[in-house]
C-alpha cells in the first residue's frame, strides 16, 4: 500500500521514473489539499488518485496513473497538464474505433443487486463507449417482485449502485487506454407520482424535494442552490457525474404534459432559476466535486402544435404564432453565461423560423446548432442530442437511411448520439469518405474535456459505504421538507383556514381520500380521526358510505395518462389533448383523475364543500371548470409534489402558505385554445389564477 505523505512538486523538473503495482488493490493518496488550476482538470499538488486495473508510476515522489499500460508517463495520464495538451495526447493515441466510440451513448443499467450485466461488456470492450444513461431507481428497501426492466432497469440499494458503478469503471479502467466513464441520469430528486424511465426517476433513496415547478413556487434562490449543492452531494456519493437536465424550456402550452419537468412560464424566471443550478450543480467551473450538466431542450421545448409533444409524431412541430422564439431562448443564453458543459437539443422542428433547414428536428437543423447556438450564443461545450433521434424520432428525416440521419445530425453540430450504440455503423462511414475523421476528433475533444475536468481521469471511484449514508440523510431531507412547505400554493381559502390542531382530548374527523393514515398516528395530527374513502375500483369496489358527522374532508387530487397506444412517456391520447379541464379529463379514455371526479362531488355534497380542502397536484396547468364544481370547495392548494406532512402542515398553520403560482391557471378548456402555445399566461378574462397568485394567512 502507498502510505501517506507529503510532497513537494517541481513541475518542470525532470525525475526517475518508477512503476509501483498496486495488484489490484485500491491505491488512495491523501497528501495536501487538491488545489484545481484555472484550467481544471489540471492540479497544482498531487490529487487523490485511485486504480484498480492499472499499474501506478512513480515521478519523484509524485504518483500517476498508467492508464494505457506502457510503464511510462503520458502527457494525458499528467495531472499536471494543462487539460488541452492531455486531450490532444489522449486523442494522437485513440483509433478510429476508441474515438467513435466517445460518440455514443446509451441506457446502461446495474443488474439484480447491482450485478454487472453483459451488456456492459459489449459496450465498454466492444462498442468502445465511455458515457451511458444510468436508469435503475436506487431505494432503501427495493422492490425486487417485479425483476429487471430492459429500459428502466430494477431497483437497488445505494450501496449495490456504488459497487456497480466501481466495477464497470474498473471494466473501463482495464481497456487499451483506461478511458473513464461518464454515467448521466435524468432527474432524481423529486417527489412525482409518475415518474417514468426516460423522463425522470422516483427520488427513492435520494432526498425528495418538490418538482421543478414546486422550487419555482418557492422564489427562493437560496433555497434552489441549496438544493443543488445538495443533489450533487447525493449524485457523486453513487457515481452519476452527469444529468440530462435541467429543463430550460417555458411551460407556455398547458397541453404539452411536459410541463411536469419544466420551472415555469416565465422566461425571467426560469433563467434565474437554469443560472444558479448551473452554478451551484456544476459549480463555477467544472471540477471533481461537480455534476456536469446538459441543459434541455434547445432552442426550447414547449410551444408545441396543438399541445403534442415530439416524442411522438403528433407533436413533433413547434410553432411560434406570436414571434415569441428569443422569449423561449433566453433560458438557455443564460445556461451558456453561467458554463453549461453541455446542451441537449429537442426533437422538435422550428417551423417557419429563420434558421435552417427549418423542416427537419433541432438536432438535424445547422441553423439551429451552428449559426444559432455556437456562432450566435457563443456555446464551446457539447451539443447531446435527445434519445432516438437516430431512427425512431428523426423528425423530417423520417424516409432516409440511418446513415443518412448520423451524417446530417454530425454535419448539423451535434457531438453524441443518444440511444444509439453502433460504433460499426459510424465507424464504416469514416472507412467510406462519407464522414471525415477531423469531424469525428472534434466532437472527441469537446466530449474528452469535459471527462477530463470532472477528475475520471484522475479518480473515477466512490465508497460504496458512503454512499449508503449519504443519501437521503435527516439533514438532507429536513431542507428538502422545508422546500416542499414552500412550494405549496393556497387558491383559495373560503374557509377560515388554518384550521385549529384538536385541544386534548378532542378529536376532529376528518375523512381523507389519497392521504396516507399514518400521518395521524402521532404528535402533532393525532388528535385527527383519520376515516378514509380509498378503494379500489379495479377490485370491483366502490366509494363507501359515508359518515354523517364529519368535520372536515381533505381530498388530494392527482392527474396521470394511461401507456396504452405507445404513449410509454407519457401525455394523453392526440384526440384528447385539449380535454383538460376537469369535467373533461373525467370521461375521457387517456386521462386519469384520482380520486374520480364524481367521487370528489359526492364527497363535496354529503361533508358540505365548505368544510371541504382539494389538494390538486399540477403536473400541467389544469382547468378547475365550473362544471367540474372544484371551485365550489372551502379550500384549495395547489402543490407541485409534496407530501401529506407538507400539506398537513398548512392547512393547520404549523406553517404559513407562502407558494406563488409558477404559471397561469385559465378560466376555462377554451381559454387554452385561444391562447398562443408560445406565450405566457392568458388574457385577462380567461385568466383564473395569474402567474404569481398565491394566498396566505393573516
Same mark, same amino acid.
Given at each position: 500500500m502507498v502510505k501517506s505523505q507529503s510532497a513537494t512538486i517541481f513541475l518542470g523538473v525532470n525525475a526517475e521514473l518508477m512503476i509501483y503495482n498496486p495488484l489490484h488493490l485500491i491505491v488512495l493518496l491523501f497528501i495536501f489539499p487538491v488545489i484545481p488550476l484555472a484550467g481544471q482538470g489540471t492540479y497544482a499538488s498531487q490529487p487523490d488518485l485511485e486504480g484498480r486495473s492499472v499499474d501506478m508510476l512513480y515521478t519523484g515522489n509524485l504518483i500517476f496513473k498508467d492508464l494505457n499500460k506502457n510503464e511510462k508517463l503520458d502527457t494525458y495520464e499528467d495531472w499536471r497538464s494543462p487539460v488541452e495538451g492531455r486531450i490532444e495526447d489522449l486523442l494522437s493515441q485513440m483509433n478510429l474505433e476508441e474515438k467513435v466510440g466517445m460518440l455514443l451513448i446509451n441506457t446502461l443499467n446495474a443488474g439484480d443487486y447491482g450485478e454487472v450485466p453483459e451488456r456492459a461488456i459489449d459496450l465498454i470492450e466492444d462498442e468502445k463507449m465511455t458515457r451511458f444513461i444510468f436508469r435503475n431507481t436506487i431505494a432503501r428497501n427495493p422492490d425486487r417482485s417485479g425483476g429487471g426492466h430492459p429500459f428502466r432497469g430494477t431497483q437497488i440499494t445505494p450501496f449495490e449502485a456504488a459497487q456497480f458503478m466501481n466495477a464497470v469503471q474498473e471494466l473501463a479502467e482495464g481497456t487499451r487506454l483506461g478511458i473513464p466513464l461518464l454515467f448521466k441520469s435524468?432527474?432524481?430528486?423529486?417527489?412525482?407520482y409518475d415518474s417514468r424511465a426516460g423522463i425522470n426517476v422516483a427520488s427513492g433513496a435520494f432526498s425528495s424535494w418538490p418538482k421543478e415547478s414546486g422550487l419555482a413556487a418557492t422564489r427562493d434562490m437560496d433555497l434552489i442552490a441549496d438544493f443543488a449543492r445538495t443533489m450533487a452531494m447525493e449524485w457523486k456519493a453513487v457515481g452519476i457525474r452527469g444529468m440530462y437536465g435541467y429543463m430550460a424550456d417555458l411551460a407556455t402550452e398547458p397541453r404539452w404534459y411536459r410541463v411536469h419537468e419544466t420551472f415555469t412560464e416565465d422566461s425571467d424566471l426560469a433563467s434565474t432559476i437554469i443560472s444558479t443550478l448551473v452554478k451551484n450543480l456544476q459549480g463555477e467551473s467544472l471540477t471533481s466535486e461537480s455534476i456536469g450538466l446538459t441543459i434541455k431542450h434547445f432552442p426550447g421545448g414547449g410551444p408545441q402544435e396543438g399541445g403534442g409533444?415530439?416524442?411522438?409524431?403528433f407533436g413533433k412541430n413547434q410553432?411560434?404564432?406570436?414571434?415569441?422564439?428569443?422569449?423561449?431562448?433566453?433560458?438557455?443564453?443564460?445556461?451558456?453565461d453561467a458554463g453549461s458543459s453541455s446542451i441537449m437539443a429537442y426533437y422538435g422542428i422550428p417551423v417557419d423560423q429563420p434558421y435552417h433547414p427549418n423542416t427537419v428536428g433541432m438536432a438535424f437543423s445547422k441553423g439551429i446548432l451552428t449559426d444559432l447556438l455556437r456562432k450566435k450564443l457563443g456555446f464551446k461545450g457539447y451539443i447531446n442530442s435527445d434519445t432516438g433521434i437516430i431512427g425512431s424520432r428523426a423528425w423530417g428525416l423520417e424516409e432516409k437511411s440511418v446513415d443518412e440521419q448520423i451524417l446530417v445530425a454530425l454535419d448539423a453540430g451535434t457531438d453524441i448520439l443518444s440511444g444509439f450504440d453502433n460504433n460499426t455503423q459510424i465507424k464504416?462511414?469514416?472507412?467510406?469518405?462519407?464522414?471525415?475523421?477531423?469531424?469525428?476528433?472534434?466532437?472527441?475533444?469537446?466530449?474528452?474535456?469535459?471527462?477530463?475536468?470532472?477528475?475520471?481521469?484522475?479518480n473515477p471511484y466512490i465508497?460504496?459505504?458512503?454512499?449508503?449514508?449519504?443519501?437521503?440523510?435527516?439533514?438532507?431531507?429536513?431542507?428538502?421538507?422545508?422546500?416542499?412547505?414552500?412550494?405549496?400554493?393556497?387558491?383559495?381559502?373560503?374557509?377560515?383556514?388554518?384550521?385549529?390542531?384538536?385541544?386534548?382530548?378532542?378529536?376532529?374527523?376528518?375523512? #381523507?381520500? *389519497? @392521504?396516507?393514515?399514518?400521518?395521524?398516528?402521532?404528535?402533532?395530527?393525532?388528535? &385527527?380521526? =383519520?376515516?378514509?374513502?380509498?378503494?379500489?375500483?379495479?377490485?370491483?369496489?366502490?366509494?363507501?358510505?359515508?359518515?354523517?358527522?364529519?368535520?372536515?374532508?381533505?381530498?388530494?387530487?392527482?392527474?396521470?395518462?394511461d401507456r396504452s397506444g405507445g404513449r410509454m412517456f407519457g401525455g394523453a391520447l392526440p384526440d384528447e389533448l385539449n380535454l383538460i379541464s376537469f369535467s373533461e379529463m373525467a370521461k375521457s379514455k387517456s386521462w386519469i383523475v384520482k380520486p374520480a371526479l364524481e367521487d370528489i362531488q359526492s364527497i363535496m355534497e354529503s361533508v358540505g364543500a365548505e368544510k371541504t380542502i382539494l389538494s390538486i397536484d399540477f403536473r400541467q396547468p389544469y382547468v378547475l371548470d365550473a362544471e367540474s364544481r372544484l371551485?365550489?370547495?372551502?379550500?384549495?392548494?395547489? #402543490?407541485? *409534489? @409534496?407530501?401529506?406532512?407538507?400539506?398537513?402542515?398548512?392547512?393547520?398553520?404549523? &406553517?404559513? =402558505?407562502?407558494?406563488?403560482l409558477p404559471f397561469a391557471l385559465g378560466k376555462s378548456a377554451e381559454a387554452i385554445l385561444r391562447q398562443a402555445p408560445d406565450a405566457p399566461g392568458y388574457a385577462q378574462e380567461d385568466t383564473l389564477f395569474p402567474f404569481g397568485f398565491g394566498l396566505s394567512y393573516q
Open positions: 435524468n432527474a432524481r430528486n423529486h417527489m412525482d409533444d415530439p416524442h411522438y409524431d410553432v411560434y404564432p406570436t414571434d415569441h422564439f428569443d422569449y423561449h431562448l433566453a433560458p438557455f443564453k443564460a445556461a451558456i464504416d462511414l469514416v472507412t467510406s469518405g462519407k464522414l471525415t475523421e477531423n469531424r469525428v476528433d472534434i466532437s472527441v475533444r469537446r466530449l474528452l474535456k469535459e471527462q477530463f475536468e470532472l477528475g475520471l481521469f484522475e465508497d460504496p459505504n458512503r454512499a449508503d449514508y449519504l443519501l437521503g440523510n435527516p439533514s438532507f431531507q429536513r431542507k428538502a421538507d422545508l422546500a416542499q412547505r414552500k412550494s405549496i400554493v393556497l387558491l383559495q381559502n373560503n374557509m377560515n383556514l388554518p384550521l385549529s390542531l384538536p385541544e386534548k382530548d378532542d378529536t376532529i374527523k376528518m375523512l #381523507t381520500m *389519497g @392521504v396516507d393514515a399514518k400521518i395521524f398516528e402521532q404528535d402533532p395530527f393525532s388528535g &385527527f380521526m =383519520p376515516i378514509s374513502a380509498d378503494y379500489n375500483p379495479q377490485a370491483g369496489e366502490s366509494l363507501p358510505p359515508l359518515p354523517e358527522d364529519l368535520d372536515y374532508a381533505l381530498l388530494r387530487i392527482h392527474v396521470t395518462n371551485l365550489e370547495a372551502g379550500g384549495i392548494i395547489a #402543490t407541485f *409534489g @409534496v407530501s401529506d406532512a407538507a400539506i398537513m402542515d398548512i392547512i393547520t398553520g404549523r &406553517f404559513t =402558505p407562502s407558494g406563488k
